[in-house]
């Protein structure tokens, strides 16, 4: 079974300034793919970016972009030039290239403070 | 382009009650997915419907039970409610027929908050 650790519960960050957000997981695969979702108060879960392990290159979305590093097994995301409506939770997820579920970490939860 | 939609979205039951949730998919989109999450936790997965049937199952009792309809609009049963099944229930759909990634990519609604007195 995949395990997916997120070892911050919680974070805050000034409006503007850059946090970055850990995640590390553990599989024997050597394919996969890789996930942020953002959950706002508002509960929906949104994907904030997404990776494929078969590319080395770090995905990017605006203001959001991710530190892959496959044989450490990390995924981090980094959030520059916070906003207010960044706050939410962040999860990191897991999926097997021929598998349907996504594995879940336990979370993030992301304050940027005015 | 209408999202994933969930109905409804609180619902209290008691302890030994049956509950249905249901989900209608972002449209085109011809898989769904059920997860469960506990109050400040990570969603855990159910199980997976595509062409009308259970495709994969994660680690739950039978008393949770699902259904999936020709246009790919799905139901979550749970039966015999206890209180540790209170928790947000999501639905999200996807599309089989894409490659790579793209095909992994899951859509999520809000939900649907399940609880159990």
């Known amino acids: 079974a995949q395990t997916v650790t997120q070892s911050q519960p919680e974070m805050s960050v000034q409006e503007a300034e850059t946090v970055t957000l850990s995640c590390t997981y553990d599989?024997?695969?050597?394919?996969?793919?890789l996930f942020w979702y953002k959950q706002p108060p508002s509960r929906q879960m949104i994907l904030v970016i997404r990776?494929?392990?078969?590319?080395?290159q770090n995905a990017t979305e605006n203001r959001f972009s991710v530190n892959f590093q496959k044989a450490a097994k990390s995924f981090s995301l980094k959030i520059s030039d916070s906003q207010l409506g960044d706050t939410a939770m962040y999860f990191c997820?897991?999926?097997?290239?021929?598998?349907?579920?996504?594995?879940f970490g336990a979370g993030t939860t992301v304050t940027v403070r005015a | 382009d209408a999202g994933v939609t969930q109905s409804p979205t609180h619902l209290i039951k008691t302890r030994g009650q049956q509950v249905t949730l249901r989900c209608s998919p972002k449209?085109?989109?011809?898989?769904v997915s059920w997860y469960q999450q506990a109050l400040g936790q990570g969603p855990q997965f159910i199980f997976q419907?595509?062409?009308?049937?259970?495709?994969q199952r994660g680690n739950f009792p039978d008393r949770f039970s699902g259904h999936q309809f020709p246009n790919y609009s799905s139901e979550l049963n749970v039966n015999a409610l206890w209180l540790g099944d209170s928790a947000l229930y999501l639905c999200?759909?996807?599309?089989?027929?894409?490659?790579?990634?793209?095909?992994?990519?899951?859509?999520f609604g809000a939900g649907t908050r399940l609880s159990v007195l």
């Open positions: 999200a759909s996807s599309l089989s027929v894409l490659a790579g990634v793209a095909k992994n990519i899951q859509y």
């Open positions: 599989t024997s695969e050597n394919n996969y793919y």
């Open positions: 990776q494929e392990a078969y590319k080395q």
């Open positions: 997820a897991f999926m097997k290239p021929n598998d349907y579920k996504l594995s």
């Open positions: 449209s085109g989109h011809d898989t």
């Open positions: 419907y595509y062409e009308e049937e259970e495709r």
